[in-house]
Every structure is written in C-alpha cells, then in structure tokens.
C-alpha cells in the first residue's frame, strides 16, 4: 500500500497495515532523537507523520495501537546513565502548523473553560528552542539533581553534567524549598562552528551538539563545551513562583536563569500570530536555533482546570516553522562510508544562507533519491535526477540535516552527465552491494573496512561475542589509535602481550593501566583463545546475523571448517540470487512504465538458468537457505562477508590465533530424531513452533525453514500449504502434530 493513500480512502486492513508502519517508523526516529542524538528525520517529515498517525486514529479509534507513537513522549533513557524518575511528569506539546490551527487552539480552550470570545483569556509566546530539554531539582536552595526528558516518566541523569554549565545557577536565594526548573540546553551558532572546527568529531548541527555534549559519561568533557541553558517552565514546586505564566518566568529570572528575552504576553489570538511572525523574522540573527513558538495560556489556575490529555497539556501548544528554503549550485557529490557499512552520498554546496544558517553541505539520501525515484521506483521530483554542476534547491525543516527538493534544469550545464554510484567501496575497496528489499549501498568489506572498524572492533568484544574482562569500547579505541599497540582487527587484540613484550613503550606505564591491570587483561585475552562456535559468528558483525541466527548456523554446521565449506561452495549461487533480485527490480520498474503486470518469477528463473551452476553450488545455496531462521538475505550477506578477499584474510588471521572453535553444546543423540532434519508447517495447536523448534533441536535433530531433498520430516499443523504437497513429490515422510508428539516422547 503506498504511504500516500488519503485516510479516507483506507479499509480498516489498510488502516491496520499503516499504523504499523508509522508506529515503526516512529518509534525508530524518537530513539535516534532523543537516546541517541542522530535524528533520522527532519522535523516536518516526523510531524507530517504523526499528523497522519493520529487522523487514521481518529477515522479508526479502535484500530489505536498499544505502542501507538500518539502516546508517546520522548525516549527511554540510555543504558549509560543513572535514572531518574520526575516527580512531575515531563510532556510534549501538541502541534500547530497554520493561522487556524492556532484560532482553534483559542477557541477549544474556550469552549473547554466555558469562555464567550469576548471574554478576556491571555497568553504567552515565546521562542521554541532547539536542544535538549532539563529538568532541575533544588531542594533548600542547592541543585541537587538534573535529568532529561528521557521518555517523558523516567530520564537521564545529568547532574554533574549540568553543574558544569554556566548559564545553570548551583544555589538560589529566596527559592521555593522545592522547585524543579525546566527548560532547553543549546548551544550558540558560534559556538556550534569552534567547536566542529576544534574537535575531532563533527556534529550535524548545534542541537546534536548540545545533546552530545551533555550526555557525555565524562563531566569534564561536558565542561569544556560551550553550552547554554533557557529556563521556561517548572515541575514540582513547594509553593508557587507566581499566579502567572508570564509572572513566574519573572521570578525565575530574579532567580538567577536566563528566560529568553522574545517571550511575550499576548491578550488573543491575533497577538500570538503577530508574536510568530515577529520571531520569525527575528530567527535569522537570533545565533542560536528555534524551530517554532510556544504558546502557553498565562493563567496558572486555568492550566490547572485545562489539565491534560495523555501525553500532552491543554494549555498550550508550540506552532511550528516552515521549512525553509534556497537556491544553490551543487559543486560535487561526495561518498561517505557509516559504521554500518551504508554509502551515503553528500552534496558539497556552494554556501548558501538557509533560514540565518550557513549551508555548505546536503544529504541525498541513497542512489535511488540521486536518480529521482523512490524506494518503490515511483518519480521524485517528476523524475529529475541530481548532478554536480546542478542548480538545486537546499531545505531546512526544523534546523535539522539540509536536504535537496528539486533541481533547475534550465540551468542544466551541457556537458553534464548522471551521477555514477559506486560500485566498491571508497574506503577499503569491497564490493557495495544493495540487497533486495534495502535503499542503501552498503560495503561488504566488514572488519577490514577502516570506516566500520572501531565499531565493528567493539562488537567483537561485546557480552554476547567474545566478552573480554578489562576490553570494552574505551579500551577499544585507545587501542585503535595507538601508535606502539594498534588493534586494527581482531587478530590484533591476540598479539598484544606479544607485542608489549617486545614494545619499549610497555603498556603498563602507560595512563589509565598498571602492572596488575595489564597481567589481568593479558590473562582475560588468553582465556578467549577457546570459543564457542554461536559467539565467533556473532562476533564478526555480519550483517543481519544476529545472536539467534548464529546459534542456528553453528547448531547446523557443528563446526567452523563445515560452515565455511557450505559458503565457499555458495558463491556462484550468491552471485546469482543478487543478480536475480537485480532482474526482479528492473522488470518491475519496466512493468510500472509499460503499464503492465510485472513477470518477476519469469525474470528471476532466467537469471537462475542463464547461471548454469554446478550441483555443488546449488546443494550448499539450498542447504543455507533451508536452515530455520536464515533465509536468503543472511545467506547473501554471510557468503559475501566471508568471501571478500580482505575480510577473509583477517576473519583467517583470527582463526590462527585461537585455540579451540568450540562446538555447540552436545543434544540427544539417542532420540528417534537425533541428526533428521525437521521442517514445520502450518499451525501448531498444542505448542508453539519457537517451542516445537527449541523441542526439536534438544534431540538432536536440525531444523530447517523450507523443503528439501534433505528434509527427513515434515511435521504439519493445521492449514499446511505448499510445503505438504513439495514434500509428498520429494518423497519426505509427512506426519500431522499428533504422530510428531508421539514420535518425540517415545
């Protein structure tokens, strides 16, 4: 179903189907928000979302999801701090994106409190920062405690982070016993530009920075940047600060903190349109980042009778920008390699001046949105695709990453060409390989890639992978970037003490160890030279291989030397499957041109025919892509990763240096079943199939996802389909739940 289909056209299937997706695409951008200060969409995409959320909701309330990101406020706290529960619950604002949104704003609280039009009701207006909202906690006078939103019920904390900034007063005279002060940590324009012209790291803009830079593990390093700190609201208080909203802000600046100086009283709701027209033309010269106004009614009393909905206060609302837009001439196309391995293409501008920021850079998302179509091949921009030499039109929607909308052909230069993606990557040379399914790129080249090597480094070490004592991501990339003791690989972190031994730089003398400290990491990494087979898979970092499926691969292979054997042999079959999918995306992209029913099964079999591949390659595909829970895609992904030439090498330089590849811990082997291979099918009534399977699996058999000559049983539950009959014509025992429950539990 496209993501466009108006709400009123939706059945309640298609309804169900969408919320799904919005609550998943939601619920991934409100974690790269607020837990980990890398938004994945821009303000107005993530609002025009959520206005879509919650329209089907209303067409539907009954179809309203449990997770439903309408109920949602924030994100829950990341694993690397403290928590702490507020007192007062820490909520979003509902949204106003027009002058008419902001009139029914005026006129439901009306209707709410019972209020004629004539009848006096007063507001603020003030400036909705762009940062990192804080809540702070004075108890007699002393900040005892400071916390993020986190989700809203329970946040981060911060306080030492916090007493590091200058803007936050640590003693208060003439205080409430109890207040908790609200407000945003920013950072300034100019501070924002030292600070990415100082530092090692570059951040997007200055609210990632903010955010960074306080939810840093290490105070000091919070000190060292140049933060700031609005206060514009509060949450338990003793007593209160003031009958009104305006007036409170007076006494908390009385107090010490810094209030901003556009907030205004307005009498109506003309004079709150005029106050955001007002700031918005002051935005550009403000040096620092808003992204709307916040209008609050200025009567305390009545926002104790207005209350609040769910996640959401009656009495106020933030009516947000515009995005904002200018033209520029795109100078070239960059590559950029994530940690992940996605290749993401950068526009290099000529600068430009975009809502008072100075732009130099854009995303372009991935190959498809270069070339003017979307994920599902349909046009973008009528179909116009993106070139350096182009005059294109760069967006701002909500202060967050500059996008391209639309390109002027007029000004085409002649001899411009199309952009040509590559087909390795720029780093480290692997192959980029797009799988089916995915819009981005991604490089192939794994631990041996120097823009995915730290990261892939501290997945090797983590808990679920080879869990060194004394070795987690601090150490990691000390190591990383030491000149005496490089770890660059995993093979690496096994000739450290060799290396030491003969380094004249001992590791011992060196800050944050000691003799002690040195002799136990040496000990912890010579204990690691036995593995399991489950977490030397994990450990590699393979894409979609996860800690599950590696227990699955290492159950079936029972050994390193078989599983490489079966990826070794998949090659040419892998080659295939992605040029098959390659098949599949280009007759369906022809079927949509030509207005017709695309053949994607007849594509993809003359693909499989043209390969002519060997009995061999064939048999190890089908083996990998039978076994429960890897499927085709991790299939792809294991044999591409193993058989780089580069990944290889240093996935062998590991294996060297181990002792022993443990094998999975040892099933029945005296069962009816012990070494069949089992596949389920339809529905299980008497235990689920995650049960059948772990059943299964500790008595020895192997369970696998479809039907083949290798499959011994087919157990199938009611409304078996296709499986049942494919396993009749290969002559595979079938039984119904029953004789399979009989047949275990001899």
Known sequence: MPDDTPIDDLTPAQAIEELA??????????????????????????????????????????????????????????????????????????????????????????????????????????????????????????????????????GEDVTANARTISDIPLVLTGAPAILEVRGEVYMRHTDFAALNAAGDRVFANPRNAAAGSLRQIDPEITRSRPLSFFAYAWGEVSEPLAPTQSDSLGRLAALGFAVNPLTRRCANAAELLDSYRDIERARPDLGYDIDGVVYKVDDLDLQARLGFRATTPRWAMAHKFAAETAWTRLEAIDIQVGRTGAISPVARLSPVNVGGVLVSNATLHNQDYIEGRDSLGQPIREGRDIRAGDWVQVYRAGDVIPK????????????????????????????????????????????????????????????????????????????????????????????????????????????????????????????????????????????????????????????????????????????????????????????????????????????????????????????????DGVGAVLAVSLVTSLTQARERASVDALIAQLHQ??????????????????????????????EAKARAESLGAKVAGSVS??????????????????????????????????????
């Open 21 to 154: 997706r919005l609550a998943q695409i939601l619920g991934r951008a409100d974690l790269a928000y607020h837990r980990d200060d890398e938004p994945v969409l821009s303000d107005a995409a993530y609002d025009a979302l959520k206005r879509r959320n919650a329209a089907i909701e209303a067409r539907f309330p009954q179809l309203k999801r449990d997770d439903s990101p309408s109920a949602k406020v924030g994100a829950a706290p990341a694993s690397g701090f403290g928590k702490i529960r507020h007192s007062v619950r820490m909520l979003s604002l509902a949204n106003a994106f027009s002058d008419a949104d902001v009139q029914d704003f005026d006129a439901s609280i009306r209707r709410y409190l019972g209020l004629d039009t004539d009848t006096p009701l007063a507001f603020t207006a003030e400036p909705k920062i762009d940062g990192l909202s804080l809540s702070l906690r004075y108890e007699d006078g002393q900040l005892t405690r400071a916390a993020t939103r986190g989700d809203g019920e329970t």
């Open 404 to 627: 391209i909308s639309d390109v002027d052909l007029s000004r085409r230069p002649p001899d411009s060409k199309p952009y040509r993606f590559p087909d390795t990557c720029p780093e480290c040379g692997s192959a980029a390989l797009r799988e089916a399914g995915d819009s981005v790129l991604r490089c192939s080249g794994g631990l041996i890639c120097p823009a995915q090597a730290m990261e892939k480094l501290k997945h090797f070490v983590g808990r679920s992978a080879f869990d060194i004592e004394g070795l987690g991501s601090k150490q990691i990339e000390f190591f990383f970037r030491d000149e005496h003791l490089p770890v660059r690989e995993p093979a690496d972190i096994f000739t450290l003490a060799e290396r030491d031994a003969r380094n004249l730089t001992k590791l011992k003398n060196r800050d944050g160890f000691g003799e002690k400290s040195v002799a136990n990491l040496f000990a912890a990494i010579e204990e690691k030279r036995r593995i399991p087979l489950p977490r030397l898979l994990f450990s590699l970092g393979i894409r979609h291989l996860g800690e599950v499926a590696a227990r699955d691969l290492a159950r079936h292979f029972g050994s390193w030397s078989d599983l490489l054997a079966c990826v070794d042999a998949a090659l040419p079959a892998v080659r295939c499957q992605i040029t098959a999918d390659e098949a599949e995306a280009s007759e369906r992209h022809a079927a949509q041109a030509e207005n017709r029913r695309a053949e994607v099964a007849k594509a993809r079999k003359a693909q499989w025919e043209a390969a002519n591949l060997s009995p061999e390659a064939m048999d190890a595909w089908q083996e990998l892509v039978t076994i």
């Open 661 to 690: 590849i443990l094998p999975p811990e040892e099933s029945a082997s005296t069962s009816v079943i012990a070494g069949k291979t089992i596949v389920f099918t339809g529905t299980l009534t008497r235990m689920t199939r995650a």
């Open 709 to 746: 000559a290798r499959t011994d049983i087919l157990v199938a539950g009611e409304g078996a389909g296709s499986k049942a009959g494919k396993a009749e014509k290969l002559g595979v025992q079938v039984i119904d739940e029953d004789a399979w429950l009989g047949l275990i539990e001899k």
